[in-house]
């Protein structure tokens, strides 16, 4: 039988890494074999070395979109059949992607409906996201990539009260014309169960049809910095990492406030000597620290991290803030840290491979 394949798209920070690993545990429970395909521009990613640490077979396909690296994500799809045989794969797409359903389910199902069953396309949707500190060109992509969902899943809803997530779910509904709305959080599993049964049970149609202004979509990409970075970070004497990776990613908000620089997403991943692993996020200005995944929080003295940002600013700026905080949280001769590896830029034009 073909595996079924759950393409996940959304704005950066919307918690699609977070939902896919959640229903990916879930439906291990239920005795399925899943795999996960993360996408990026570029490479060194959180949410890649996060999913590493579970027993979850993962690909990372960087350096564009799925729709710009298309043959990639054939070669990782055709790769991962072989290998560990799933009946189920989560995709996540690049979360400043859109036009998902021309350029990358159109085509598999014209050239592999035999291979694999497509689910209908969902789109993540954090209704915490105040997109209205965007330009006008990040605006549209976000706005593009909810109005091709054929599902739409309101994420992060353990923290609006029952009636603001009753007037989103109206409100989203109502905008976008769509009736598979699906309210949840990955924390609490609220939700998860009714959205993951809707994938496995309905298949993309496929036939909705946008119109997408390519050069405004470029210009809405090209308006984000995007940062990787690998490092190491060494103290004298042990220090909590809970509270230096929080302090991490506030400062970097302030710093970025400071700049009027909005925050799509901030998140960090690291490893102690101890071998505890952590993942935390920030992914609204003035927003809270969110911990995906926290050991029993002992005091180290060496950590291993990566680090990746996502802000509406040039990649100069980007990098001269985070090359400042780093230095003014991590202070010599009590601290010493390098980064191995350090890459920012504004993604390239989109380029699809095909467009159907």
């Not at 984000?224 to 990613?249: M, R």
């Not at 400071?258 to 991943?269: G, Q």
Request: proline residues 5%; aromatic residues 10%.
């Amino acid at each position: 039988m073909a595996p079924r394949l759950i393409l996940l798209g959304g704005f950066l920070g919307a918690g699609k890494t977070t939902l896919a690993l959640t229903s990916a545990q879930r439906l291990i429970t239920r005795g399925f074999c899943v795999g996960l395909i993360t996408n990026d521009q570029g490479s060194e990613l959180v949410d890649t070395a996060l999913l590493k640490q579970t027993p979850i077979a993962v690909v990372e396909i960087g350096g564009g979109c799925f729709c710009c690296r298309y043959p990639d994500l054939l070669k990782a799809l055709d790769e991962m059949v072989r290998q560990v045989s799933p009946d189920v794969i989560f995709a996540e797409a690049v979360g400043s992607c859109t036009d998902i359903v021309s350029t990358v389910i159109r085509p598999l199902l014209a050239q592999r409906s035999s291979f694999y069953d497509i689910a209908p396309l969902t789109i993540a949707y954090d209704p915490l996201r105040n997109i209205e500190h965007f330009s006008d060109e990040v605006r549209y992509v976000f706005h593009q990539q909810v109005k091709e969902a054929e599902a739409i899943v309101l994420t992060k809803q353990d923290i609006p009260t029952a009636a603001e997530r009753r007037e989103t779910l109206r409100a989203v509904a109502e905008r976008y014309g769509i009736d598979k709305v699906f309210p949840l959080s990955s924390v609490t599993g609220e939700g998860v169960n009714e959205w993951l049964d809707f994938m496995l049970t309905s298949t993309a149609g496929a036939t909705k049809k946008i119109d997408v202004d390519y050069t405004t979509y470029a210009a809405g990409e090209a308006a984000l910095g995007w940062l990787n970075a690998v490092g190491e970070l060494t103290s004298n004497q042990e220090f909590s990492p809970c509270n230096w990776a929080t302090h991490l990613l506030y400062m970097m908000d302030n710093a970025l406030s400071a700049h009027n620089a909005p925050i799509a997403h901030l998140k960090i991943y690291f490893r102690t000597e101890n071998d505890e692993s952590y993942k935390a996020s920030l992914t609204e200005s003035g927003g809270s620290v969110r911990w995906d995944l926290k050991s029993t929080g002992q005091n180290a003295s060496r950590l291993t991290f990566v680090f990746n940002a996502r802000v509406q600013s040039s990649p100069v700026l980007l990098e001269s803030v985070v090359r400042h905080v780093f230095a003014e949280l991590s202070p010599f001769p009590e601290f010493a840290y390098k980064f191995t590896r350090l890459e920012c830029f504004h993604p390239s034009a989109p380029q699809p491979t095909h467009r159907m």
